[in-house]
């Protein structure tokens, strides 16, 4: 969705003035009515400190490549039984990671839904700055081909550095990476803490682009990924606990491309609506789907347009029309 987020780059950014001064994550009401786009890193270290069993931190909530804006591109971490789990690697997926105070030994595993770069641009970085910081050397890495190569190219590229650090810091080099290539539906990989399986989503000309299911012991999370509209990912989500769906809102979208045009961008309207709806899942349609799934709570992230001028019961509103269950809008640093 490159074209799209450089026309939503375009979009006005609040400076969150009040954010900062935010004390304590115990002085705030419940998740549901945060106000702003993102929790401080003390409200997730709070959160994280206090919890018991498995928790989902939302590293980046915002859809698109755009830098610069308050919200950062997908990424996630779960963390259960003190092993992490991080889901998609936007940017600013390794300085996120670390503001949830989560430390970088305990990241076993990352996944990848497809290779769109607002979900992948950070993987090699999260890998080399990742691994200075302690990151385990059997770190495992699952996504669509050609990860491998991409993973052994990136690697390759930075031998040098990694030498260097290792030499003046006596450390054991990050070599390679172990890439397990994920094509289609099935399970991806079980470990003591979890079991991972994916589908095939519906995001052209992506292919494949997945979802993912992760079913803990305690606990089971399901990611859309990028998709249009499917009725695969309401089965894949079945019974979950918490569903984290990409969520468009359509009227923000069609109103920014409009004054976009009307700015000079050379863009076709239409067009560029035909392609959003083939490609991204409309506010009602995330509501229907976990409505189908049967879903304890949703969780609407990838934000379209990620603009901080959409208030909270904006996002939720047209999903409540046909969701029942807890309705979170997504927030970066946010614990759920
Ligand atoms: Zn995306
Ligand atoms: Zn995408």
């Not at 470990?191 to 682009?209: L, T």
Request: aromatic share 8%; with cysteine; proline share 7%.
């Amino acid at each position: 969705m490159t074209d799209t987020s450089r026309l939503l780059g375009l979009s006005r950014r609040h400076v969150l003035a009040g954010l900062a001064a935010t004390p304590t994550f115990a002085a705030l009401p419940a998740i549901a009515q945060t106000a702003g786009t993102r929790w401080t890193p003390q409200q997730a270290q709070a959160a994280l400190k206090g919890a018991k069993g498995t928790k989902l931190v939302l590293l980046g909530t915002a859809a698109g490549p755009v830098p610069g804006r308050s919200r950062q591109m997908t990424s996630h971490v779960m963390l259960s039984n003190g092993s992490a789990y991080v889901l998609d690697c936007g940017m600013g997926v390794t300085d996120q990671y670390a503001r949830t105070g989560i430390p970088f030994g305990a990241l076993k595993s990352i996944f990848i839904t497809h290779h769109h770069p607002d979900h992948n641009i950070e993987y090699g970085p999260l890998l080399i700055v990742g691994w200075v910081q302690g990151l385990p050397l059997d770190i495992r890495a699952f996504g669509p081909p050609p990860l491998k190569q991409m993973t052994d190219d990136f690697m390759r590229a930075y031998k040098q550095t990694v030498d260097f650090w290792a030499e003046d810091f006596h450390m054991k080099p990050l070599t390679t990476v172990g890439v397990q290539e994920i094509s289609g539906a099935g399970p991806v990989m079980q470990d003591d803490n979890v079991k991972v399986s994916s589908i095939v989503v519906e995001h052209p000309p992506v292919k494949p682009a997945l979802a993912y299911r992760f079913d803990f012991k305690d606990r089971s999370i399901a990611f859309s990924g990028d998709t249009a509209p499917l009725e695969a990912v309401a089965v894949m989500a079945k019974g979950a606990d918490v569903l984290v769906h990409e969520t468009m809102y359509v009227p923000a979208l069609e109103k920014y491309l409009k004054d976009a045009i009307a700015k000079g961008r050379p863009v076709k309207f239409d067009a560029f609506m035909a392609h959003m709806k083939a490609d991204h899942t409309p506010s009602e349609d995330v509501g229907r789907i976990a409505q189908e799934a049967g879903v304890k709570t949703l969780v609407l992230s990838h934000l379209t347009p990620a603009i901080d001028s959409i208030a909270d019961d904006t996002w939720r509103e047209p999903v409540a029309k046909y969701f029942k269950g807890e309705i979170i809008v997504g927030k970066d640093l946010m614990v759920v």
